[in-house]
């Protein structure tokens, strides 16, 4: 079996339009979609790492370019990021869902769903800045899951392994049967 990563459809050069994914699709068994990383490291405006709409939109562009629904395995992040924006100036740093967890608690952050993210969401302020999270957990990956079954998906791949919660694992598994 040989598979092959490619991400979501953008305008970036040298990060998207470089794949041309229908060809790709007829050399290769599956391609992953990496549906993560929708805001950056680097990025200049805090935001999610894959919220629902996002990851949406880009399987429905990889679909319209061709490649079959029955190859493509949708990826999705075990992982966030912690923003901290101060001055102006907006730094990511990425989150394990035990991470983002406990800093939730710890913080005492309030923390509220966000239907349009199809993610928690939770910010504190502290020593002069902003900290941001939209929360990867369960309940988001479940969300992600039910398009694998309503685009007829191949499967899921996720992205990384060992940074997730125990409790991701019945919701991936209920996703691909």
């Known amino acids: 079996t040989v598979s092959m990563d ?4 953008t305008d970036t050069a040298n990060w998207s339009r470089c794949y041309d994914r229908a060809a790709l699709a007829q050399a290769v068994d ?28 880009g399987i429905a562009a990889v679909l319209t370019e061709g490649v079959p629904a029955e190859k493509l395995v949708l ?15 907006v730094q990511g740093r990425t989150l394990h869902m ?34 941001r999270v939209w929360q990867e957990d369960a309940r ?12 007829d998906l191949a499967g899921a791949a996720l992205w990384k392994k060992g940074v997730e919660t125990p409790d991701v694992w019945p919701v991936v598994a209920a996703a691909v049967q």
């Open 30 to 57: 599956y391609l992953m979609l990496m549906a993560y990383d929708e805001h950056t490291p680097g990025a200049t405006a805090a935001g999610s790492v894959a919220s629902l709409p996002w990851v949406e939109r």
């Open 140 to 151: 988001s990956l479940a969300l992600k899951g039910a398009l694998i079954r309503r685009y």
């Open 98 to 131: 035990d991470e983002a967890q406990s800093l939730w608690q710890e913080k005492k952050a309030s923390r509220r769903w966000l239907e349009d993210c199809g993610q928690y969401y939770y910010a504190y302020h502290e020593n002069g800045s902003w900290y």
């Open 75 to 89: 990826g999705m992040p075990l992982y966030m990021r912690l923003w901290r924006e101060s001055g102006g100036e």
């Open 6 to 9: 490619v991400t979501v459809p």
